[in-house]
């Protein structure tokens, strides 16, 4: 079993679209949850982050946190064609030695 | 304000040949980093250097080996190289201390080995 896994893609949805991805895990050491967004050619950057479980929302981003289940999700409201990019999830124990990315799922927004 | 800078964008190398990629950090960052990305994979961690000593080192061979120098900047070294090293090597920068989430990432040197 891999570390870190995510929901296969790829995803196409319409513009305006609810989108959610989701990952799991096995290392109950994690603490830090973060979701990165890849556009071609570029390197990953950070849309959010939590610690430990919860949620948190930032615009049309919201990110759960379910540790009891080793289960994670983004959601994104209002899907904009700009959002067509891979998605990553990332996470780490308490001192960040542990840092650990999921495959990605790629999402494509068509107008 | 400068983010991470690596060079080249893009290289192509043979078989067996041996390959130098570069990384400067962001501003006020320490601490550097490597990941190699396969197409369609996430970022597996290489190594990280601080203080210009390798602080942590992922599941790679000895091929793989590293510098940092005064200044913060990093250099990736890769020997011997394999087709299954053609890859994105990304390089992320970070203050010591901070958390992961607090990396930041360069757009990276795509590698090409035929």
């Known amino acids: 079993q891999k570390e870190v896994e995510q929901d296969p893609g790829p995803l196409s949805v319409p513009e305006g679209a609810i989108v959610s991805l989701n990952c799991t895990y096995s290392?109950?050491?994690?603490?830090?949850f973060m979701w990165y967004r890849q556009y071609s050619r570029k390197g990953p950057e950070l849309l959010m982050y939590t610690y430990s479980s919860g949620n948190k929302e930032d615009g049309r981003f919201t990110a759960q946190v379910d540790k009891s289940s080793k289960y994670i999700s983004l959601f994104i409201r209002d899907s904009q064609p700009s959002d067509s990019a891979t998605y990553l999830c990332a996470m780490s124990d308490d001192y960040g030695q542990n840092f650990v990315f999921g495959p990605g799922t790629r999402l494509s927004v068509l107008p | 304000d400068a983010g991470v800078t690596q060079s080249p964008t893009h290289l192509i190398k043979t078989r067996g040949q041996q390959v130098t990629l570069r990384c400067s950090p962001k501003s006020g960052h320490d601490t550097v980093s490597w990941y190699q990305q396969a197409l369609g994979q996430g970022p597996q961690f290489i190594f990280q250097?601080?203080?210009?000593?390798?602080?942590q080192r992922g599941n790679f061979p000895d091929r793989f080996s590293g510098h940092q120098f005064p200044n913060y900047s990093s250099e990736l070294n890769v020997n011997a190289l394999l087709l299954g090293d053609s890859a994105l090597y990304l390089c992320?920068?970070?203050?010591?201390?901070?958390?992961?989430?607090?990396?930041?990432f360069g757009s990276g040197t795509r590698l090409t080995v035929v």
């Open positions: 992320a920068s970070s203050w010591t201390g901070t958390e992961a989430y607090g990396y930041t």
């Open positions: 250097y601080y203080e210009e000593e390798e602080r």
């Open positions: 290392n109950s050491a994690f603490q830090y």
